[in-house]
């Protein structure tokens, strides 16, 4: 439920002009023009310029951040937090995966979806998706390589990958996963 939505929120909405002067909109259009994101400094103007109630301030905070944040796509920060958010021990798997990849050259793109992070050239070559509390399945995109050694067929895992590596700690990421990677970045291009 909206906090919006709640009927005593509902009251303090309707009271807000007569109580501070300005209609919800209108402390809408302030707080945006300050550019301000955290909470606390956006309450400290309220009430410190403006000479608002606690409530009052902290019931405009909190609505204009929920709707505000609701407005907005994620950015690929969040999508990548969020992945890893119960799965903490996996974040160094993909760490070191960027981190190598970033290597390969200034042309490497990369693009945090929901649930995975695609790795691009002038065409997507891999994916790092974290697919369980305890794997991260590295897709990779070579048409035509055999599978042999960690590299797996990978077609029945995703179809935009032609093979897959499964990772399970960052000791994982070792010579021969680099150069899987390092092969389809330049297959890639």
Same mark, same amino acid.
């Given at each position: 439920?909206?906090? $919006? ?18 209609? *919800?909109?209108?402390? @809408? ?7 301000? #994101? ?7 103007? *309220?009430?410190? #310029? ?5 409530? @009052?301030?902290?019931?405009?905070? &909190?609505?204009? $951040?929920?709707?505000? %944040? ?28 960027? %981190?190598?990849?970033?290597? @390969? ?19 997507? @070559?891999? &994916?790092?998706?974290?697919?369980? $509390?305890? $794997?991260?399945?590295?897709?990779? +995109?070579?048409?035509?390589? #055999? ?18 590596? +499964?990772?399970?700690? %960052? ?6 996963? *680099? ?11």
């Amino acid at each position: 439920m909206l906090y $919006r939505d709640d009927p005593q929120v509902q009251t303090m909405i309707a009271n807000l002009p007569e109580k501070t002067g300005k209609a *919800l909109d209108e402390w @809408f259009s302030i707080l945006a023009a300050s550019k301000l #994101e955290r909470h606390g400094e956006m309450m400290k103007l *309220l009430k410190g #310029e403006y000479g608002m109630t606690h409530g @009052f301030a902290n019931m405009i905070c &909190l609505m204009y $951040r929920q709707e505000t %944040a609701a407005a907005r796509p994620p950015s690929g920060d969040d999508l990548v937090e969020t992945q890893y958010a119960n799965k903490q021990n996996l974040k160094p798997v993909y760490d070191q995966l960027l %981190a190598a990849a970033l290597t @390969f050259g200034s042309d490497v793109q990369v693009a945090p979806k929901k649930n995975s992070v695609s790795l691009r050239r002038a065409k997507q @070559f891999a &994916l790092i998706q974290p697919t369980t $509390r305890t $794997r991260i399945d590295l897709g990779i +995109q070579l048409k035509g390589q #055999e599978p042999q050694g960690k590299l797996e067929s990978g077609e029945m895992w995703n179809g935009m990958c032609s093979h897959r590596i +499964q990772l399970s700690s %960052a000791d994982d990421v070792d010579a021969e996963v *680099l150069d899987w990677l390092r092969k389809a970045y330049e297959a890639a291009g």
